[in-house]
């Protein structure tokens, strides 16, 4: 029955329960709004090894990260194209958005042709990833569960740091260029 | 049978639970954020703290400056007594109170490159089993914990120094982590903070609920519980008999409609209430079975004032009135006392009928008691008496009259008799029909038969004179 003035009815209980409702969804829109979305996919894919090796070099010795592991570097055609320019009398390399460097890590020391590694660890360059550091994805995939992880903390990327001075490994990068954090750059051979 | 609760109650439960429900929600939410906020800053200072520390180590280390890393702990710990900043190796042992690690380096080299020390600070370590430094070491990344110590509050940040490619060159390539760096801030005052806003919030939460509890009870009450008591009051009132108070509810909304609504229902009631006195009882019965017309086995009663007329020419109207009303008074009572029905007042004249198994018996009783009771107190009735007539037969029991305006009666011959037997019988006299003394012969005294000639009749007809009861044997 609604009154004959057509004024709504306004009782204590109902804005209570307006209150109590707007509680509820201020809450809820909170929860919602703090939810990410999840990543679609795979980032390192799954036929990269027709890929281009970024060096020759046999990668058995032990650096800190992967131990004693063989390790073997390859690069997506993106990455080929790497391009440098020169500021203040320094040489800067910068890998376009989309390069994919794959470094396989195998159980022992030794590669074999047609071993399969371990483990992925991968760096994706993707300057907007809101996890990317440097400018890089850095991905870990178990290939044992087929797992990837985004190492969004300062492992990967500090020590890549080190490969844009002058460093211990394969050219040493003795002349300082920025190696965008690659230690051994693609070069056409 | 469900137990009655009472509106009031229910109502001050939805409101109790609304304002938990909803000003808690709120209170709570803003409280634990404003919480989550003063750790999440906390962290964030402690994290940039040790990532600016970290820095600054790793660049004092490369050169192989080491002294120069713990002269910059032991001047933080100077400047900010609430920073406790320890440099643990990966083995959990405290860096630089020992020469270990000068001895590897100068072993890997071949050839002393740092000089061994002599004096050195009290060496600490972390607690044995100590998860999170274990984590920091394994995981190779930052452990950021809460933890209580003599009632302080600590939070506590393990970041692991990685062994990098320009530090392999002193430190060998045989291991990734070559410390953990530990910084502890006490955040005592942040926990006290945090339980003062909780406290706050809390007492805030109930102040409010208690007060909008009860302002919202107390006006709920007013518009909602008090009205509907109070119509609930007027409703039982009418359902004794008591039709003088009304709903005093005058709000513009569904309960003030709703008291206008009962008030004229009670007024309504009244009204039928009053006009039922001038009504039947057989009447009131078949306007409640919505009767049209029904054939009955009826006995007829008629009681007439015999020289009525005179009597209300000679005596004043108040008189008049007066004692009409007290004859009319007594025979009705005893009508209805004997199970009788008076169908109308036609003037100085009742009619009435008595139905069911006994009712011949009943009607003569009747006849018998108004006689009796009008002869023993000639004063009380001013003299009056009546003649009464007795007839049972099978009359038409039905609503007649107007739309407008009806009397629910009966008609047919029966009643024709029984009004020419009232009309026949002299003041004081009881005359029945042969029918109605059949049925009641062994219980009263009579004289007859006599004939008599009835208007509508072709032939005469036996009637009796009712003389009293008889008496029933011992």
């Known amino acids: 029955m609604r009154p004959a003035d057509g004024r709504p009815r306004r009782t204590g209980a109902a804005g209570a329960l307006a209150l109590g409702l707007t509680g509820l969804l201020t809450g809820l829109v909170v929860s919602l709004g703090g939810c990410r979305k999840e990543e679609a996919g795979p980032l390192l894919p799954g036929e990269y090894r027709s890929w281009d090796r970024t060096t020759d070099q046999v990668l058995d010795y032990p650096i800190p990260g992967h131990e004693d592991r063989g390790r073997r570097i390859l ?55 809101p996890q990317a550091r440097g400018g890089w994805v850095w991905v870990v995939r178990d290939m044992t569960t087929g797992g990837e992880q985004i190492i969004d903390w300062e492992f990967c990327v500090d020590c890549h740091a080190n490969a844009n001075e002058p460093h211990p490994y394969g050219d040493r990068n003795e002349d300082n260029e920025f190696r965008d954090y690659v230690f051994f750059p693609y070069r056409p051979r | 049978m469900r137990p009655f609760v009472p509106v009031a109650r229910k109502v001050n439960l939805i409101i109790v639970i609304s304002l938990v429900v909803g000003i808690g929600g709120v209170i709570a939410y803003f409280a634990f954020s404003q919480n989550r906020s003063l750790t999440e800053t906390t962290e964030l200072n402690l994290t940039q703290q040790s990532d600016i520390l970290h820095q600054s180590i790793k660049n004092a280390m490369l050169p192989g400056e080491a002294p120069i890393a713990v002269q910059l702990f032991t001047d933080v710990r100077l400047t900010n007594p609430a920073y406790e900043i320890v440099l643990y190796r990966s083995d959990g042992v405290e860096a630089f109170t020992d020469n270990a690690t000068i001895e590897a380096v100068n072993g890997l080299f071949g050839y002393t490159a ?32 809460q933890q209580s110590v003599d009632g302080k509050s600590f939070f506590t940040i393990y970041k692991p120094l990685l062994n990098l490619p320009k530090c392999s060159g002193c430190h060998g390539s045989s291991h990734t982590v070559r410390g953990v760096i530990s910084i502890a801030s006490d ?168 139905s069911g198994r006994k009712m011949e018996e009943q009607a003569c009783l009747t006849a018998l008691e108004i006689q009796n009771q009008i002869s023993r107190n000639p004063d009380q009735y001013h003299g009056l008496q009546v003649g009464i007539g007795i007839n049972r037969g099978e009359v038409i029991l039905g609503m007649v009259g107007s739309e407008e305006r009806a009397d629910y009666t009966v008609i047919g011959d029966p009643v024709n008799t029984a009004s020419r037997l009232c009309g026949a019988a002299r003041p004081g006299m009881i005359l029945v029909s042969e029918n109605v003394f059949a049925a009641v012969e062994d219980r009263v005294r009579a004289k007859g038969p006599a004939r008599i000639r009835v208007k509508g009749k072709e032939g005469a007809v036996n009637v009796y004179q009712l003389l009293a009861l008889r008496r029933r044997p011992a």
Not at chain 2, 217 to 224: K, N, T, V, W
């Open chain 1, 75 to 129: 690069i997506n055609s993106t990455g080929t194209g790497a391009a440098a320019s020169s500021e203040s009398h320094r040489v800067s390399w910068e890998y376009p958005a989309g390069t994919i460097i794959i470094k396989e890590i195998f159980a022992g020391q030794e590669v074999r042709e047609a071993e399969q590694p371990l483990m992925l660890t991968g760096m994706v360059k993707d300057p907007d990833h």
């Open chain 2, 187 to 354: 955040i005592t005052p942040v926990v006290r903070q945090q339980r003062s806003n909780l406290a706050i919030a809390g007492v805030f939460f109930i102040a409010v609920v208690l007060v909008l509890t009860l302002l919202l009870s107390l006006y709920l009450q007013r518009i909602l519980v008090r009205p509907v008591k109070h119509i609930g009051a007027v409703c039982e009132g009418v359902t004794r008999g008591d039709f003088d108070r009304r709903v005093a509810v005058r709000s513009r909304d569904e309960i003030g409609a709703l008291g206008d609504t009962v008030n004229e229902m009670v007024q309504g009631l009244y009204e039928r209430f009053q006009l039922s006195k001038f009504v039947s009882s057989s009447t009131l019965q078949s306007i409640r079975n919505r009767e049209k017309g029904a054939r009955t086995e009826m006995v007829l009663f008629f009681s007439d004032i015999r020289s009525f007329t005179s009597f209300s020419e000679a005596a004043d109207p108040e008189t008049v009135v007066d004692s009409l009303n007290r004859v009319l008074n007594v025979q009705t009572k005893i009508i209805h006392g004997n199970g009788g029905d008076v169908d109308k007042y036609v003037g100085d004249e009742i009619v009435a009928v008595f």
């Open chain 2, 114 to 145: 740092f000089e061994p020390k002599e004096v050195f600070p009290e060496s600490r370590a972390v607690m044995t089993g100590d998860e999170y430094f274990r984590r920091a070491v394994d995981g190779r990344r930052n452990q950021l914990f």
